[in-house]
Each structure stands twice: as C-alpha cells, then as structure tokens.
C-alpha cells in the first residue's frame, strides 16, 4: 500500500523539485538581496519568508521558515514547517514540522518531527539527523544515516540506509544502481525494492530486516503503458522547457531590461517587417555555413555560427514569450501596467509553451514567432550600432 502510494506519488515529486529549483531564481530576479543573515540570539515570532544569494538562520525561527536561494544554511531550530530550494543546502538545525526542500546538494544534520520531502542531486541525512514520520527522496545518490520512525520510500542512482527504520521501506535503482544496507540498518518493516537484479541488493553483516523483503523487476511497458508514460515524459519535456526558457528569461530580464522593452516594441510596432527579417536570418544562415563549410578557410567560421544560431533559436522563443505575456498584461490593465518584467515573463512562456504543444499547427505556430522575434532583435541591434557609430 505504502509502495503503491510512493510510486504514484515519483512524478509529483519530480514536479515539486523543478518548482522548487526555478522559484528562487524567479524571485532573485525581482528580488536581489545578495545575503540574509539571522543571527544566533535572533529570535524570530511567526513566520519567516526570505530570498538571496547566501542565507544563514542560525536563530530561532517560532513559525514556518521558507527561503530561496542559492547557498542555504539552517543551524537554527524551527517551530513550524521548512520550505527551501537552491543550490547547496544544510540543515543542522531542529524541525518540529515537515522539511520539504529541493537543490542540487541536500545535507541535513538535524531532527525533523514531521514528515521529510527531498528532491535533489545529492540527498544526505547525517548520523546525527532523524525524521519522526515518514521520509520521501529521489535523488542521484540518497543516503539515509539517520533514524526514520515512519516509512522510508526513495528513487536513485543509488540508495545507502544506515539506521533504524521504524516502518515499511520502498527504493527504486536503475540498473546500474545499488541498495546498500549497512551493519548498523535495522529494518522494522517490509523492504520493497526495484531492481533488474537481485545482486543489486547488498545486505551487509549485521543489517537486518524484520518483515518480508521482495524485488520486482522494472517492468517493460505494454503498449498502453508505454503510451502513458510517453504522455508523461512529454508532459515532464514540457515542464523542463518552461523552466529552462524561464530561468533563461529571468537572465536577461533582469541583466538587459531595456533591450528586452525595446525589442518587445519594435516587434509590436512593425511585426511584418520583423518577421521578414527573421525569415531571412533563418534561412540565410544555414545556407551560409553550408557555404563556408565547404572551403576550408571558412570552416572555422561554420563552426562557430551553428551554435550561434541554433542559440539564437532558442533564446527566440524567450523573447516570444516576453511579448506575449506583456501584451496580456497591458490588455488586461487597459494599457497602465507598469510592474516587474518577471511576471509578464512566466505568464508568455506558459502560454508560449502550452500553444507551441496544440498537435498540428502548434509547430508552425511557433516558427512563425520565432521568425518575428528574430527580426526584432536583429533590428534593434541595427539600430544599437547605428548609435554607437
């Protein structure tokens, strides 16, 4: 029961984690305090919510403690939940509610008295960590050292329990993987795991288990399985698109505001010239690299304008999605929005995303914008130059 709950739950975690990882980025752009620092003899009443580069809480936190960042370091105790996402992140300090945090490199040394959500590169629970309920990882690598009083269920390249399990424990590897149980894993429950092989498994002298412990095979999808899954690996792709475009947005909104205005108000004001331009610079590229290729002096010069287009392609959809969503939010406030770039940002590139998928006519749809949004940038940087001389 609890297995099946876990599995149905992988796609909701891998969900969580993307949200987590491109939320902070979102707020840095609007928001770009280079550090937050609550010190030891702080005490803090309620509710904690902060965002920066660098964040150290080493004092008390009496409410929920939500933060974003890019190096997250928590030595304080918290009364209530912890909700955090960034690069590096170290929790030492106690939790009396749940953790839920995702990053590219988790440590967490403390006790958390509620449940336990992580969703990273690299997911360790310290010998001196525990977590009261139940704890839910995926990960590349997921180490466990720490007690877990509830159930135990993580997905990774490889698995490492070390302590006590009061509950039932589900882990999935890939077929490279490992599940390690070292002497000290003392296993209340049932040890479900997925694996291609037995030999996957390494139980260590002394680890023990009490209940049942069964393997199941990946299973190879059926037809209608594999038409779900690919459904949901296009879903995924989509995710993943949206928030590659979205932090590359976030960049460029926040390192070039004007040029993205301006852009934005030559591709409104002549769209059909702006797209006669991007067609020209679509095709013409590729013939000219042809071109160059051929001789082996202009080879070099190939080579560099391949990926310079094919950057240029993408960062396309980015500006389309930035016109779109300001067009929106200018309709929508009868031409008197004047707020922060980010949220026009991820509105376009959410509507970007969603018609560029319609079956059909989305893919054509989408060349199109691209076409427009290339003619724009290449006319603003004419005009740029024009300036400079």
Do not use: C
């Amino acid at each position: 029961m609890f297995k099946g709950k876990f599995l149905k739950k992988s796609w909701g975690l891998l969900v969580l984690g993307l949200f987590l990882i491109a939320l902070p980025v979102t707020v840095l752009a609007a928001n770009q305090n280079d550090s937050v620092y609550v010190a030891a003899d702080q005490i803090i009443d309620g509710n904690l919510i902060k965002f920066g580069n660098v964040i150290d809480i080493a004092g008390a936190v009496k409410g929920d403690l939500i933060v974003f960042g890019n190096t997250i370091t928590i030595s304080g105790p918290v009364a209530g939940d912890v909700i955090a996402a960034g690069n590096v992140i170290k929790i030492t300090g106690d939790v009396n509610g749940s953790v839920r945090v995702a990053g590219s490199n988790v440590d967490i040394d403390g006790n958390v008295g509620h449940n336990a959500w992580v969703v990273a590169g690299n997911v360790n629970f310290g010998d001196q960590s525990s977590v009261g309920w139940d704890l839910y990882s995926s990960g590349g690598s997921v180490t466990v050292k720490g007690d877990v009083d509830g159930n135990l269920a993580a997905a990774g390249g490889n698995i490492i329990i070390a302590n006590k399990v009061g509950k039932d424990v589900s882990l999935e590897v890939g077929k490279d993987g490992q599940i390690i149980l070292y002497p000290t894993a003392k296993l209340a429950g049932d040890l479900n795991y997925k694996a291609d092989k037995d030999s996957q498994l390494v139980l260590q002298d002394g680890a023990q288990v009490a209940g049942e412990t069964s393997r199941k095979a990946i299973p190879v999808a059926s037809g209608q399985e594999a038409q779900k899954a690919f459904y949901a690996a296009f879903a995924v792709g989509k995710l993943i698109a949206l928030f590659g475009l979205l932090v590359v947005g976030l960049l460029l909104v926040s390192l070039a505001p004007k040029f993205m205005v301006r852009v934005n108000d030559k591709m409104m004001q002549k769209p059909g010239a702006s797209i006669g331009w991007g067609v020209i610079f679509f095709f013409l590229t590729p013939i000219a690299v042809f071109v160059l290729a051929i001789t082996l002096i202009g080879l070099p010069l190939a080579l560099i304008l391949i990926p310079l287009w094919l950057i240029a392609l993408y960062l396309s959809k980015m500006v389309v999605g930035f016109v779109v969503g300001w067009w929106l939010f200018v309709k929508l406030s009868k031409g008197k929005y004047q707020g922060n770039l980010v949220w026009p940002l991820i509105i376009g590139l959410l509507v970007v995303v969603i018609v560029g998928s319609i079956p059909v006519i989305g893919w054509l749809i989408m060349l199109v914008a691209i076409w427009w949004a290339l003619g724009g940038v290449l006319q603003v940087k004419k005009e740029i130059i024009k300036e400079l001389q």
